[in-house]
């Protein structure tokens, strides 16, 4: 009997011992867990750290105004009173209206004179400088692009800096083919004062969505102002300037954005987040709301490229017309075909030397038809100066052909 108790008595603690142990280790295992946790965590603390950059709109805005902004510039015509100032104020393109200030060129070939900025309006008038246009530094030796339309008029100009030293205008190169223009400024105009240029993106990279800032003389008066916005649209066709007036060009490939684009905002940058340039500011679509274009900035570095391998000039094939793209629709409405309306031909262009005439309907190039998709512009600029074409054309309902020698298209 007494072995019995004891053997119940040992059972008893062996079976306490053994629920004991069952309790305790999953706390101890819970324990374990949460104690390797906390370490790892505060191993993970006390080693070098990654630095992570939170980046914002407001953020990006201010670092591409800060980078950038000193490259804006404002560019001024030096105007005079007897001229008429409605026609100055506002020069800006509209690529679905009228056109507001001075002409922009001529558009499609034709010639404005030469290239320097010339002299004040006739003598005995004051002269007043009006702001018109905007642009950006590319260069520290005084190099600025701008758009073509907005030093298209002759006469001086000077440019002012974002923190108001003034320049003098010496040259002006005139894209023939693009609206751009290369002004030529001598940084010795303000000793001391350095002239920084802005990075060139790459507008073949851009996406529809991408974030996007503005920056020029709005309304011809605020300087350095700023608009922020997306990218729209990408390979835009417009028809830009007054076609009633005969002032129009074509641009292809045209960025669209929503950064509000003012007048006077033409030829000012519009930059990525990394602060690149990536197209120039150039049209706004006169009856809609957060419309604007921008060239692309490729096209830009080409036409840069056109100009340092020409020696300071640009050399383009040209053919001497203004006109205005008939598409499908318009061709059914008018009874005409499709092709490239004739608006102007260019006094002694090869345009005027071959026969054309104002009117005529350009049907095919070389055998290549002429749609709004593939422009006069489109094939005229992969051909080459001195390289002779076979325009096909229409004309008082009749077809026809001829031959035409492409020239070099004046520097306006």
Excluded at 48 to 75: D, F, L, M, R, Y
Excluded at 219 to 246: K, P, W, Y
């Amino acid at each position: 009997m007494r072995k019995l108790i004891i053997l119940i008595v040992v059972l008893v603690v062996i079976l306490g011992i053994y629920s004991g142990i069952q309790v305790y280790l999953p706390q101890v295992g819970s324990f374990i867990s949460s104690q390797s946790i906390n370490n790892n965590l505060n191993n993970s603390n006390s080693g070098p750290q990654e630095k992570v950059k939170v980046v914002s709109e407001e953020s990006v805005t201010i670092n591409a105004v800060k980078t950038v902004g000193p490259s804006v510039v404002t560019v001024e015509e030096i105007s005079s009173n007897s001229q008429n100032q409605q026609q100055q104020l506002n020069p800006y393109f509209n690529p679905f209206g009228g056109m507001f200030g001075s002409p922009f060129g001529n558009g499609g070939g034709s010639s404005n004179g030469g290239n320097s900025s010339g002299g004040n309006s006739s003598g005995g008038s004051i002269s007043n400088p009006v702001a018109i246009g905007s642009g950006f530094i590319i260069s520290s030796n005084g190099l600025i692009v701008t758009n073509k339309h907005v030093v298209s008029d002759p006469g001086s100009y000077v440019v002012i800096t974002s923190n108001d030293k003034t320049y003098k205008v010496q040259q002006i190169y005139q894209d023939p083919q693009n609206d751009i223009a290369v002004i030529k400024i001598n940084p010795s105009d303000n000793p001391g004062q350095v002239l920084k240029p802005v990075t060139l993106g790459n507008s073949n990279n851009l996406q529809v969505g991408q974030f996007v800032v503005a920056i020029g003389t709005a309304l011809g008066e605020f300087r350095n102002t700023v608009t922020t916005g997306v990218v729209s649209g990408l390979g835009r066709g417009i028809t830009a300037g007054d076609q009633f007036a005969g002032e129009t060009e074509n641009l292809s490939d045209v960025i669209q954005t929503s950064a509000a684009i003012n007048p006077g905002n033409s030829g000012g940058p519009l930059i990525n987040d990394a602060n690149q340039v990536i197209g120039i500011n150039t049209a706004v679509a006169q009856n809609g709301q957060n419309i604007g274009f921008a060239l692309p900035i490729n096209t830009v570095k080409d036409a840069l490229n056109n100009f340092n391998q020409n020696g300071g000039k640009f050399t383009y094939p040209y053919l001497g017309v203004q006109y205005k793209m008939v598409d499908r629709n318009q061709a059914i409405l008018n009874n005409v075909p499709q092709g490239a309306y004739i608006a102007q031909v260019v006094s002694g262009s090869p345009a005027a030397s071959a026969g054309l005439q104002q009117g005529d309907i350009i049907t095919k190039i070389d055998g290549q038809s002429l749609t709004t998709t593939n422009a006069l512009s489109d094939i005229i600029s992969k051909k080459k100066v001195g390289q002779t074409i076979v325009i096909t054309y229409w004309r008082n309902n009749n077809i026809a052909t001829l031959n035409a020698t492409l020239g070099s298209a004046p520097n306006q």
